[in-house]
């Protein structure tokens, strides 16, 4: 499975952005995908993942400005970002959880791309 994400940029505090993450076919099925983000210095966190019932979750901080969702066919995966903050500012990278075995999950992931928020 690749992952190829795209729609980073450079915004003002307060302006959106959507990320988009094209996933080629899977030999396995997926469990969940999500939105991964890597600030300079810091810990790669979650922000948001869906899985495939279409639960989702978020991280506290993107909570009520971010919203994940895919398209009807599943295989492009979004992050509505709005209210941008200049904390937001990190390479943002998409992934994909696919159960290869029974109770085995392999997370693959796409090449990030860049948010940066000015204030």
């Known amino acids: 499975v690749q992952l190829q994400a795209s729609g980073g940029g450079s915004v003002q505090a307060g302006g959106s952005l959507r990320l988009s993450c094209m996933r080629s076919?899977?030999?396995?099925?997926?469990?969940?995908m999500g939105w991964y983000r890597q600030a300079p210095g810091e810990q790669r966190e979650l922000v948001a993942s869906?899985?495939?019932?279409?639960?989702?979750s978020y991280a506290d901080s993107v909570k009520g400005r971010f919203t994940i969702f895919r398209d009807n066919g599943g295989n492009t995966l979004y992050l509505q970002m709005n209210s941008l903050k200049p904390e937001d500012t990190a390479v943002y990278y998409c992934?994909?959880?696919?159960?290869?075995?029974?109770?085995?999950?392999?997370?693959?992931w796409g090449q990030g791309t860049q948010v940066t928020v000015s204030s």
């Open positions: 076919r899977s030999p396995f099925p997926i469990n969940a």
């Open positions: 869906i899985t495939s019932r279409g639960e989702k």
């Open positions: 992934s994909a959880d696919l159960a290869i075995v029974t109770g085995a999950v392999r997370t693959v």
